[in-house]
Protein backbone atom coordinates (compact mmCIF):
# COMPACT_ATOMS: atom_id res chain seq x y z
CA UNK A 1 0.00 0.00 0.00
CA UNK A 2 1.57 3.30 -0.89
CA UNK A 3 1.71 5.72 1.86
CA UNK A 4 1.36 9.28 1.08
CA UNK A 5 3.79 12.32 0.88
CA UNK A 6 2.15 13.72 3.95
CA UNK A 7 2.12 10.80 6.33
CA UNK A 8 5.70 9.71 5.29
CA UNK A 9 6.78 12.95 6.59
CA UNK A 10 5.04 12.84 10.06
CA UNK A 11 5.92 9.24 10.04
CA UNK A 12 9.67 10.11 9.54
CA UNK A 13 9.88 13.05 11.21
CA UNK A 14 6.99 12.86 13.95
CA UNK A 15 6.49 16.45 15.82
CA UNK A 16 6.39 16.46 19.30
CA UNK A 17 7.06 13.20 20.30
CA UNK A 18 6.90 12.89 24.08
CA UNK A 19 5.62 13.24 27.29
CA UNK A 20 4.61 15.88 29.61
CA UNK A 21 4.22 14.98 33.57
CA UNK A 22 0.72 13.67 33.72
CA UNK A 23 0.08 14.81 37.61
CA UNK A 24 0.69 18.37 36.51
CA UNK A 25 -2.76 19.94 37.36
CA UNK A 26 -2.54 22.07 33.43
CA UNK A 27 -1.50 18.88 31.55
CA UNK A 28 -4.73 17.07 30.28
CA UNK A 29 -3.89 13.03 29.46
CA UNK A 30 -5.90 10.97 26.59
CA UNK A 31 -4.94 7.51 26.17
CA UNK A 32 -7.10 5.83 23.42
CA UNK A 33 -6.96 2.50 21.60
CA UNK A 34 -5.71 -1.21 22.63
CA UNK A 35 -2.55 -2.88 21.74
CA UNK A 36 -4.77 -5.68 20.95
CA UNK A 37 -6.36 -3.90 18.37
CA UNK A 38 -2.88 -2.75 17.13
CA UNK A 39 -2.72 0.74 18.54
CA UNK A 40 -2.43 2.66 21.08
CA UNK A 41 -2.19 6.62 21.19
CA UNK A 42 -1.06 8.77 23.89
CA UNK A 43 -2.06 12.43 23.22
CA UNK A 44 -0.79 14.98 26.12
CA UNK A 45 -1.92 18.77 25.86
CA UNK A 46 -0.31 21.82 28.73
CA UNK A 47 -3.40 24.57 29.26
CA UNK A 48 -2.95 27.71 30.13
CA UNK A 49 -5.20 29.23 32.68
CA UNK A 50 -7.06 30.81 30.04
CA UNK A 51 -8.24 27.88 28.30
CA UNK A 52 -4.90 27.94 25.59
CA UNK A 53 -3.15 25.11 24.64
CA UNK A 54 0.30 26.02 25.16
CA UNK A 55 2.07 22.31 24.09
CA UNK A 56 1.47 19.31 22.91
CA UNK A 57 3.15 15.90 23.23
CA UNK A 58 2.50 12.02 21.48
CA UNK A 59 3.34 8.70 21.81
CA UNK A 60 1.64 6.16 19.50
CA UNK A 61 2.23 2.15 19.32
CA UNK A 62 0.18 1.59 15.56
CA UNK A 63 0.46 1.75 12.08
CA UNK A 64 2.58 4.72 9.54
CA UNK A 65 -1.03 6.40 9.44
CA UNK A 66 -2.30 6.49 13.20
CA UNK A 67 1.30 7.58 14.34
CA UNK A 68 1.09 10.43 11.34
CA UNK A 69 -2.48 10.96 12.77
CA UNK A 70 -1.41 12.12 16.05
CA UNK A 71 1.97 13.59 15.11
CA UNK A 72 -0.82 15.76 13.09
CA UNK A 73 -2.81 16.50 15.80
CA UNK A 74 -0.13 17.92 18.16
CA UNK A 75 0.59 20.20 15.51
CA UNK A 76 -3.21 21.52 15.08
CA UNK A 77 -3.78 21.88 18.45
CA UNK A 78 -1.54 24.17 19.50
CA UNK A 79 -2.38 27.71 20.23
CA UNK A 80 -5.55 26.60 20.31
CA UNK A 81 -8.57 26.79 22.79
CA UNK A 82 -10.06 24.14 24.28
CA UNK A 83 -13.28 25.10 22.77
CA UNK A 84 -11.26 25.25 19.05
CA UNK A 85 -9.50 21.94 20.04
CA UNK A 86 -12.79 20.20 20.80
CA UNK A 87 -14.05 21.28 17.23
CA UNK A 88 -11.07 19.29 15.27
CA UNK A 89 -13.03 16.13 13.53
CA UNK A 90 -11.64 13.04 12.32
CA UNK A 91 -12.59 14.20 8.55
CA UNK A 92 -9.94 17.17 9.28
CA UNK A 93 -7.05 14.49 10.17
CA UNK A 94 -8.00 12.18 7.34
CA UNK A 95 -8.35 14.80 4.94
CA UNK A 96 -5.17 16.74 5.74
CA UNK A 97 -3.11 12.99 5.55
CA UNK A 98 -4.81 11.74 2.41
CA UNK A 99 -5.77 8.82 4.80
CA UNK A 100 -7.54 5.82 2.53
CA UNK A 101 -10.59 4.64 4.02
CA UNK A 102 -9.13 1.28 5.63
CA UNK A 103 -6.91 4.00 7.95
CA UNK A 104 -9.87 5.84 8.28
CA UNK A 105 -9.85 4.42 12.21
CA UNK A 106 -6.28 6.00 12.99
CA UNK A 107 -8.03 9.66 12.29
CA UNK A 108 -11.17 8.44 14.57
CA UNK A 109 -8.59 7.49 17.16
CA UNK A 110 -7.04 10.69 16.93
CA UNK A 111 -10.12 12.51 17.41
CA UNK A 112 -10.95 10.15 20.46
CA UNK A 113 -7.67 11.00 22.01
CA UNK A 114 -8.39 15.08 21.90
CA UNK A 115 -11.72 14.60 23.88
CA UNK A 116 -9.99 12.47 26.45
CA UNK A 117 -7.35 14.96 26.87
CA UNK A 118 -9.42 17.53 27.20
CA UNK A 119 -11.73 15.59 29.35
CA UNK A 120 -8.74 14.95 31.89
CA UNK A 121 -8.07 18.52 31.65
CA UNK A 122 -11.18 19.71 32.52
CA UNK A 123 -12.04 17.50 35.25
CA UNK A 124 -8.60 18.03 37.26
CA UNK A 125 -10.11 22.07 36.90
CA UNK A 126 -13.28 20.72 37.94
CA UNK A 127 -11.87 19.11 41.24
CA UNK A 128 -9.27 21.66 41.69
CA UNK A 129 -12.10 24.07 41.83
CA UNK A 130 -14.63 22.18 43.76
CA UNK A 131 -11.23 21.77 46.33
CA UNK A 132 -11.17 25.99 46.24
CA UNK A 133 -14.76 25.65 47.31
CA UNK A 134 -14.88 23.66 50.07
CA UNK A 135 -11.49 25.24 51.40
CA UNK B 1 27.26 -1.13 0.47
CA UNK B 2 27.37 -0.72 -3.39
CA UNK B 3 26.80 -4.36 -3.66
CA UNK B 4 23.55 -4.30 -2.12
CA UNK B 5 20.20 -4.32 -4.43
CA UNK B 6 18.04 -2.06 -2.60
CA UNK B 7 15.11 -3.13 -1.61
CA UNK B 8 16.50 -6.48 -0.45
CA UNK B 9 14.09 -8.97 -0.83
CA UNK B 10 13.31 -11.00 2.44
CA UNK B 11 10.26 -12.23 1.36
CA UNK B 12 11.33 -16.06 -0.49
CA UNK B 13 8.34 -17.33 1.44
CA UNK B 14 5.83 -15.54 -0.45
CA UNK B 15 7.15 -16.19 -3.65
CA UNK B 16 10.66 -16.41 -5.44
CA UNK B 17 12.35 -14.93 -8.55
CA UNK B 18 12.35 -17.52 -11.30
CA UNK B 19 16.25 -19.14 -11.35
CA UNK B 20 17.70 -18.20 -14.99
CA UNK B 21 17.66 -22.07 -15.77
CA UNK B 22 14.15 -22.34 -15.61
CA UNK B 23 13.50 -19.02 -17.79
CA UNK B 24 15.24 -20.08 -20.29
CA UNK B 25 13.63 -23.67 -20.46
CA UNK B 26 10.15 -22.11 -20.22
CA UNK B 27 11.11 -19.72 -23.18
CA UNK B 28 12.13 -22.71 -25.62
CA UNK B 29 8.38 -23.69 -25.19
CA UNK B 30 6.54 -20.69 -26.53
CA UNK B 31 7.50 -19.58 -30.25
CA UNK B 32 6.86 -20.93 -33.55
CA UNK B 33 10.42 -21.66 -33.32
CA UNK B 34 10.24 -23.54 -29.95
CA UNK B 35 8.19 -26.57 -28.14
CA UNK B 36 4.79 -24.66 -28.72
CA UNK B 37 2.96 -27.77 -29.42
CA UNK B 38 -0.47 -29.07 -27.44
CA UNK B 39 0.84 -32.17 -25.52
CA UNK B 40 -2.81 -34.11 -26.29
CA UNK B 41 -1.82 -33.44 -30.28
CA UNK B 42 -1.70 -37.73 -31.02
CA UNK B 43 -1.29 -36.43 -34.41
CA UNK B 44 1.59 -34.82 -35.15
CA UNK B 45 5.10 -34.32 -33.87
CA UNK B 46 4.19 -31.15 -32.39
CA UNK B 47 2.21 -32.65 -30.36
CA UNK B 48 4.64 -35.45 -29.30
CA UNK B 49 7.32 -33.01 -28.76
CA UNK B 50 5.30 -31.42 -26.10
CA UNK B 51 4.02 -34.24 -24.53
CA UNK B 52 7.67 -35.56 -23.82
CA UNK B 53 8.53 -32.63 -22.44
CA UNK B 54 5.86 -32.25 -19.96
CA UNK B 55 6.73 -36.40 -18.86
CA UNK B 56 10.47 -35.19 -18.45
CA UNK B 57 8.98 -32.83 -16.04
CA UNK B 58 6.59 -35.02 -14.62
CA UNK B 59 9.66 -37.43 -13.96
CA UNK B 60 11.49 -34.51 -11.86
CA UNK B 61 8.20 -33.58 -9.79
CA UNK B 62 7.55 -37.21 -9.13
CA UNK B 63 11.79 -38.00 -8.05
CA UNK B 64 11.89 -35.11 -6.21
CA UNK B 65 9.00 -36.48 -3.62
CA UNK B 66 9.88 -40.09 -4.23
CA UNK B 67 6.92 -40.65 -6.40
CA UNK B 68 6.24 -42.13 -9.65
CA UNK B 69 5.23 -40.29 -12.69
CA UNK B 70 1.93 -41.12 -13.03
CA UNK B 71 1.22 -40.15 -9.79
CA UNK B 72 1.45 -36.58 -10.55
CA UNK B 73 -1.11 -34.33 -11.56
CA UNK B 74 -0.71 -30.80 -13.18
CA UNK B 75 -3.11 -28.15 -11.67
CA UNK B 76 -2.74 -24.36 -11.55
CA UNK B 77 -0.96 -24.23 -8.12
CA UNK B 78 -0.95 -25.72 -4.50
CA UNK B 79 -4.45 -23.61 -4.04
CA UNK B 80 -6.10 -25.83 -6.98
CA UNK B 81 -4.04 -29.23 -5.27
CA UNK B 82 -5.56 -28.63 -1.91
CA UNK B 83 -8.96 -28.08 -3.47
CA UNK B 84 -8.83 -31.39 -5.73
CA UNK B 85 -7.47 -33.26 -2.59
CA UNK B 86 -9.46 -32.93 0.04
CA UNK B 87 -13.21 -31.49 -2.06
CA UNK B 88 -12.06 -34.71 -4.15
CA UNK B 89 -11.11 -37.12 -1.44
CA UNK B 90 -13.86 -36.37 0.65
CA UNK B 91 -16.71 -36.25 -1.70
CA UNK B 92 -15.61 -39.62 -3.39
CA UNK B 93 -15.55 -40.95 0.51
CA UNK B 94 -19.02 -39.62 1.40
CA UNK B 95 -20.66 -42.85 1.72
CA UNK B 96 -17.42 -44.03 4.39
CA UNK B 97 -18.16 -41.03 6.33
CA UNK B 98 -18.04 -37.48 6.35
CA UNK B 99 -15.28 -36.11 9.23
CA UNK B 100 -12.09 -34.14 8.15
CA UNK B 101 -9.59 -33.60 10.59
CA UNK B 102 -7.18 -30.61 10.13
CA UNK B 103 -5.27 -27.58 11.75
CA UNK B 104 -5.62 -24.11 12.63
CA UNK B 105 -2.89 -22.85 11.42
CA UNK B 106 -2.86 -24.12 8.02
CA UNK B 107 -2.84 -22.58 4.43
CA UNK B 108 -6.35 -20.28 3.81
CA UNK B 109 -6.20 -22.83 0.58
CA UNK B 110 -7.21 -25.58 3.28
CA UNK B 111 -9.52 -23.68 5.70
CA UNK B 112 -11.61 -22.56 3.40
CA UNK B 113 -11.78 -25.64 1.35
CA UNK B 114 -12.82 -27.23 4.51
CA UNK B 115 -15.29 -24.52 5.61
CA UNK B 116 -16.81 -24.77 2.07
CA UNK B 117 -17.09 -28.21 2.98
CA UNK B 118 -18.91 -27.80 6.17
CA UNK B 119 -21.50 -25.70 4.40
CA UNK B 120 -21.72 -29.22 2.12
CA UNK B 121 -22.47 -30.44 5.40
CA UNK B 122 -19.24 -32.64 6.20
CA UNK B 123 -17.86 -31.98 9.46
CA UNK B 124 -14.44 -30.98 10.18
CA UNK B 125 -12.20 -30.71 13.08
CA UNK B 126 -9.48 -27.97 13.40
CA UNK B 127 -6.61 -29.36 15.77
CA UNK B 128 -4.76 -26.56 17.99
CA UNK B 129 -1.12 -26.88 17.44
CA UNK B 130 1.07 -27.23 20.11
CA UNK B 131 3.18 -23.88 21.48
CA UNK B 132 5.93 -24.80 19.31
CA UNK B 133 3.71 -25.17 16.01
CA UNK B 134 3.73 -29.13 16.28
CA UNK B 135 0.74 -31.14 15.86
CA UNK B 136 -0.48 -33.24 19.22
CA UNK B 137 -0.06 -36.63 18.18
CA UNK B 138 -1.96 -37.95 20.84
CA UNK B 139 -4.84 -35.14 21.06
CA UNK B 140 -4.86 -35.88 17.18
CA UNK B 141 -5.30 -39.76 17.97
CA UNK B 142 -8.11 -38.98 20.15
CA UNK B 143 -9.80 -37.05 17.41
CA UNK B 144 -9.87 -39.52 14.90
CA UNK B 145 -13.43 -41.09 14.52
CA UNK B 146 -15.27 -44.25 12.75
CA UNK B 147 -16.74 -41.52 9.80
CA UNK B 148 -12.82 -39.91 9.63
CA UNK B 149 -11.85 -39.82 6.12
CA UNK B 150 -9.79 -37.14 5.01
CA UNK B 151 -6.53 -35.93 7.16
CA UNK B 152 -5.11 -32.80 6.07
CA UNK B 153 -1.74 -31.25 7.49
CA UNK B 154 0.17 -29.63 5.71
CA UNK B 155 4.09 -29.88 5.93
CA UNK B 156 5.74 -26.48 6.35
CA UNK B 157 4.11 -23.17 7.24
CA UNK B 158 4.29 -20.58 5.35
CA UNK B 159 3.98 -17.65 8.57
CA UNK B 160 6.96 -19.76 10.78
CA UNK B 161 8.14 -22.20 8.87
CA UNK B 162 7.88 -25.14 11.47
CA UNK B 163 8.13 -28.46 9.98
CA UNK B 164 5.32 -31.12 10.97
CA UNK B 165 6.23 -34.80 11.58
CA UNK B 166 4.20 -35.93 8.44
CA UNK B 167 5.67 -39.80 8.60
CA UNK B 168 3.76 -40.01 12.44
CA UNK B 169 1.03 -38.76 10.97
CA UNK B 170 1.07 -40.66 8.02
CA UNK B 171 1.81 -43.62 9.88
CA UNK B 172 -1.38 -43.11 12.22
CA UNK B 173 -3.26 -42.46 9.25
CA UNK B 174 -2.56 -45.15 7.52
CA UNK B 175 -3.20 -48.11 10.17
CA UNK B 176 -6.74 -46.43 10.27
CA UNK B 177 -7.12 -46.58 6.88
CA UNK B 178 -7.84 -42.61 6.23
CA UNK B 179 -6.62 -40.97 3.73
CA UNK B 180 -3.56 -38.37 4.47
CA UNK B 181 -3.26 -35.17 2.46
CA UNK B 182 0.23 -32.89 3.09
CA UNK B 183 0.14 -29.29 1.74
CA UNK B 184 3.81 -29.19 0.64
CA UNK B 185 3.96 -26.11 -1.09
CA UNK B 186 6.79 -24.28 0.98
CA UNK B 187 8.68 -27.66 1.13
CA UNK B 188 10.53 -28.51 -1.86
CA UNK B 189 14.12 -27.90 -2.10
CA UNK B 190 14.10 -27.26 1.91
CA UNK B 191 12.67 -30.40 3.61
CA UNK B 192 13.24 -33.92 2.07
CA UNK B 193 9.29 -35.44 1.61
CA UNK B 194 9.06 -39.43 0.69
CA UNK B 195 5.47 -40.38 0.00
CA UNK B 196 6.20 -43.80 0.58
CA UNK B 197 8.42 -43.59 3.67
CA UNK B 198 5.60 -40.60 5.13
CA UNK B 199 2.65 -43.03 3.95
CA UNK B 200 1.23 -40.02 2.39
CA UNK B 201 -1.68 -40.57 -0.09
CA UNK B 202 -2.06 -37.03 -1.79
CA UNK B 203 0.42 -34.01 -1.91
CA UNK B 204 0.10 -30.04 -3.05
CA UNK B 205 3.00 -28.94 -4.56
CA UNK B 206 3.67 -25.68 -6.29
CA UNK B 207 6.44 -23.97 -8.66
CA UNK B 208 6.47 -20.18 -7.68
CA UNK B 209 7.78 -20.72 -3.92
CA UNK B 210 10.84 -22.80 -5.49
CA UNK B 211 12.10 -20.80 -8.31
CA UNK B 212 9.52 -21.91 -10.72
CA UNK B 213 6.77 -19.78 -12.93
CA UNK B 214 3.70 -18.96 -11.15
CA UNK B 215 0.48 -20.34 -12.67
CA UNK B 216 1.65 -24.12 -12.23
CA UNK B 217 1.49 -26.71 -9.46
CA UNK B 218 0.65 -30.37 -9.05
CA UNK B 219 -0.92 -32.50 -6.75
CA UNK B 220 0.32 -36.37 -6.26
CA UNK B 221 -1.98 -38.65 -6.27
CA UNK B 222 -1.76 -42.47 -4.19
CA UNK B 223 -1.91 -45.48 -6.90
CA UNK B 224 -0.89 -48.43 -4.39
CA UNK B 225 -3.10 -47.99 -2.54
CA UNK B 226 -4.77 -46.61 -5.14
CA UNK B 227 -6.77 -42.72 -3.80
CA UNK B 228 -9.88 -41.89 -5.71
CA UNK B 229 -11.11 -38.69 -6.48
CA UNK B 230 -13.78 -36.80 -7.66
CA UNK B 231 -12.69 -34.04 -10.12
CA UNK B 232 -13.16 -30.81 -9.47
CA UNK B 233 -12.69 -29.46 -13.00
CA UNK B 234 -14.31 -30.76 -15.68
CA UNK B 235 -13.56 -31.23 -19.68
CA UNK B 236 -10.88 -33.10 -21.73
CA UNK B 237 -10.64 -35.42 -19.46
CA UNK B 238 -6.87 -34.33 -19.03
CA UNK B 239 -4.98 -36.17 -15.74
CA UNK B 240 -6.50 -39.50 -16.21
CA UNK B 241 -9.86 -37.42 -15.52
CA UNK B 242 -8.37 -35.68 -12.44
CA UNK B 243 -7.83 -32.10 -14.13
CA UNK B 244 -9.03 -31.42 -17.67
CA UNK B 245 -7.26 -28.52 -18.95
CA UNK B 246 -4.79 -28.22 -21.98
CA UNK B 247 -1.40 -28.25 -20.56
CA UNK B 248 0.47 -25.21 -20.35
CA UNK B 249 4.01 -26.46 -21.65
CA UNK B 250 5.96 -23.81 -20.85
CA UNK B 251 4.85 -23.71 -17.29
CA UNK B 252 5.39 -27.68 -16.48
CA UNK B 253 8.59 -27.52 -18.16
CA UNK B 254 9.20 -24.48 -16.05
CA UNK B 255 8.38 -26.64 -12.72
CA UNK B 256 10.43 -29.71 -13.85
CA UNK B 257 13.22 -27.96 -14.40
CA UNK B 258 12.95 -25.92 -10.79
CA UNK B 259 12.11 -29.51 -8.89
CA UNK B 260 15.27 -30.80 -10.75
CA UNK B 261 17.63 -28.17 -9.17
CA UNK B 262 16.23 -28.18 -6.12
CA UNK B 263 16.87 -32.10 -5.66
CA UNK B 264 19.90 -31.24 -6.63
CA UNK B 265 21.18 -28.26 -5.17
CA UNK B 266 19.10 -28.43 -1.97
CA UNK B 267 21.49 -30.10 0.47
CA UNK B 268 24.18 -27.05 -0.16
CA UNK B 269 21.55 -24.84 -0.59
CA UNK B 270 19.94 -25.36 2.64
CA UNK B 271 23.24 -25.26 4.58
CA UNK B 272 23.76 -22.00 2.96
CA UNK B 273 20.34 -20.89 4.37
CA UNK B 274 20.25 -21.97 7.98
CA UNK B 275 24.11 -19.92 8.01
CA UNK B 276 22.38 -16.90 6.95
CA UNK B 277 19.27 -17.26 9.06
CA UNK B 278 21.38 -18.08 12.16
CA UNK B 279 23.45 -15.12 11.20
CA UNK B 280 20.49 -12.88 11.60
CA UNK B 281 18.98 -14.10 14.43
CA UNK B 282 22.36 -13.61 16.16
CA UNK B 283 22.65 -10.42 14.92
CA UNK B 284 19.07 -9.47 16.71
CA UNK B 285 18.34 -11.98 19.38
CA UNK B 286 19.98 -9.72 22.31
CA UNK B 287 17.66 -6.97 21.67
CA UNK B 288 14.60 -6.76 24.61
CA UNK B 289 11.60 -8.28 24.13
CA UNK B 290 11.78 -10.04 21.66
CA UNK B 291 9.94 -13.34 20.53
CA UNK B 292 10.79 -16.36 18.14
CA UNK B 293 7.75 -17.20 16.41
CA UNK B 294 7.69 -21.09 16.11
CA UNK B 295 9.95 -23.78 17.21
CA UNK B 296 13.64 -23.06 16.29
CA UNK B 297 14.82 -26.74 15.58
CA UNK B 298 11.43 -28.70 13.79
CA UNK B 299 11.88 -25.51 11.52
CA UNK B 300 13.35 -25.16 7.60
CA UNK B 301 16.47 -22.96 7.18
CA UNK B 302 15.73 -19.57 6.27
CA UNK B 303 12.72 -18.93 7.95
CA UNK B 304 12.94 -16.16 10.86
CA UNK B 305 9.45 -14.99 12.33
CA UNK B 306 10.08 -12.99 14.95
CA UNK B 307 7.84 -10.48 17.17
CA UNK B 308 9.62 -7.19 18.41
CA UNK B 309 7.07 -6.59 21.39
CA UNK B 310 5.56 -3.07 22.01
CA UNK B 311 6.20 -2.15 18.40
CA UNK B 312 3.62 -2.64 15.65
CA UNK B 313 4.07 -4.83 12.48
CA UNK B 314 3.45 -2.83 9.34
CA UNK B 315 4.73 0.64 11.05
CA UNK B 316 8.19 -1.51 11.50
CA UNK B 317 7.33 -2.13 7.97
CA UNK B 318 7.02 1.09 7.21
CA UNK B 319 10.18 1.42 8.58
CA UNK B 320 12.23 -1.66 7.29
CA UNK B 321 11.20 0.46 3.91
CA UNK B 322 15.11 -1.09 2.09
CA UNK B 323 13.67 -4.42 3.17
CA UNK B 324 11.11 -6.56 1.48
CA UNK B 325 9.49 -8.63 4.61
CA UNK B 326 5.92 -9.41 5.45
CA UNK B 327 3.87 -9.22 8.58
CA UNK B 328 1.76 -10.94 10.89
CA UNK B 329 -0.47 -8.14 11.50
CA UNK B 330 -3.13 -7.20 8.83
CA UNK B 331 -3.25 -3.75 9.55
CA UNK B 332 -3.86 -3.00 5.98
CA UNK B 333 -7.07 -5.27 5.92
CA UNK B 334 -9.98 -3.61 7.09
CA UNK B 335 -10.30 -6.25 9.60
CA UNK B 336 -7.62 -5.59 11.93
CA UNK B 337 -7.21 -9.12 12.60
CA UNK B 338 -3.63 -10.29 13.54
CA UNK B 339 -2.35 -13.60 12.73
CA UNK B 340 -4.79 -16.28 12.96
CA UNK B 341 -1.40 -18.97 13.00
CA UNK B 342 0.17 -16.39 15.39
CA UNK B 343 -2.83 -16.50 17.83
CA UNK B 344 -2.37 -20.32 16.94
CA UNK B 345 0.48 -21.00 18.81
CA UNK B 346 -0.71 -18.74 21.77
CA UNK B 347 0.55 -15.38 21.09
CA UNK B 348 -1.25 -12.60 22.28
CA UNK B 349 -2.74 -10.31 20.07
CA UNK B 350 0.00 -7.80 20.85
CA UNK B 351 2.90 -10.12 20.21
CA UNK B 352 0.80 -11.53 16.88
CA UNK B 353 0.47 -7.60 15.86
CA UNK B 354 4.26 -6.96 16.20
CA UNK B 355 5.51 -9.96 14.14
CA UNK B 356 7.89 -10.19 10.76
CA UNK B 357 8.42 -12.66 8.72
CA UNK B 358 11.80 -13.09 7.11
CA UNK B 359 12.33 -15.77 4.70
CA UNK B 360 15.96 -15.91 2.78
CA UNK B 361 16.16 -17.45 -0.60
CA UNK B 362 18.70 -18.68 -3.16
CA UNK B 363 19.79 -14.92 -4.17
CA UNK B 364 20.17 -13.90 -0.20
CA UNK B 365 23.60 -12.60 1.06
CA UNK B 366 25.67 -12.22 3.79
CA UNK B 367 25.64 -8.65 2.88
CA UNK B 368 21.54 -8.40 3.05
CA UNK B 369 21.67 -10.05 5.86
CA UNK B 370 23.87 -7.37 7.97
CA UNK B 371 22.23 -4.67 6.25
CA UNK B 372 19.27 -5.99 7.83
CA UNK B 373 19.95 -6.55 11.20
CA UNK B 374 21.35 -2.51 11.50
CA UNK B 375 17.76 -1.58 9.73
CA UNK B 376 15.89 -3.66 12.34
CA UNK B 377 17.80 -2.90 14.91
CA UNK B 378 17.36 0.92 14.13
CA UNK B 379 13.91 0.81 13.39
CA UNK B 380 12.60 -1.17 16.57
CA UNK B 381 14.70 1.77 18.49
CA UNK B 382 12.84 4.58 16.54
CA UNK B 383 9.94 2.89 17.36
CA UNK B 384 9.85 2.13 20.73
CA UNK B 385 11.01 5.66 21.36
CA UNK B 386 7.78 6.59 19.93
CA UNK B 387 5.71 3.59 21.78
CA UNK B 388 3.67 4.88 24.83
CA UNK B 389 3.21 0.72 25.70
CA UNK B 390 7.22 0.50 25.55
CA UNK B 391 7.18 3.56 28.34
CA UNK B 392 4.81 1.59 30.39
CA UNK B 393 6.50 -1.32 29.76
CA UNK B 394 9.76 0.11 31.26
CA UNK B 395 7.73 1.87 34.03
CA UNK B 396 7.36 -1.66 35.20
CA UNK B 397 3.44 -1.48 33.89
CA UNK B 398 1.94 -4.73 33.54
CA UNK B 399 -0.01 -4.17 30.48
CA UNK B 400 -2.75 -6.93 30.77
CA UNK B 401 -3.81 -5.01 33.92
CA UNK B 402 -4.76 -2.12 32.35
CA UNK B 403 -8.42 -1.85 31.35
CA UNK B 404 -8.30 -0.87 27.25
CA UNK B 405 -11.05 0.38 25.81
CA UNK B 406 -11.17 -1.29 22.34
CA UNK B 407 -12.70 -0.25 19.35
Same mark, same amino acid.
Given at each position: ?70 ? @????? $? =? ?11 ? /?? !? +??? @????? $? =? ?11 ? /?? !? +? ?16 | ?407
Amino acid at each position: MAYSDKVLDHYENPRNVGVLDKDDPNVGTGMVGAPACGDVMRLQIQVSEEGIVEDAKFKTYGCGSAIASSS @LVTEM $V =KGKTLDEVAEIKN /AT !I +AEE @LALPP $V =KIHCSVLAEDAIA /AA !I +ADIKAKREAQSSQKESA | MSSLNIPIYLDYSATTPVDERVAAAMAECLTMQGNFGNPASRSHPFGWKAEEAVETARRNVAELIGAVPKEIVWTSGATESDNLAIKGAAEFNQKKGKHIITMKTEHKAVLDTCRQLERDGFEVTYMDPLENGLLDLEAFKKEIREDTTVVSIMHVNNEIGVIQDVAAIGAITREKGIIFHVDAAQSPGKVAIDVDAMNIDLLSLCAHKVYGPKGIGALYVRRKPRIRLEAQIHGGGHERGMRSGTLPTHQIVGMGESFRIAREEMAAENERMRALRDRLWDGVKDMEEIYLNGDLEQRIPGNLNISFNFVEGESLIMSLKDIAVSSGSACTSASLEPSYVLRAIGRNDELAHSSIRFTMGRYSTEEEVDFTITKVREAVEKLRELSPLWDMHKEGIDLDSVEWAHH
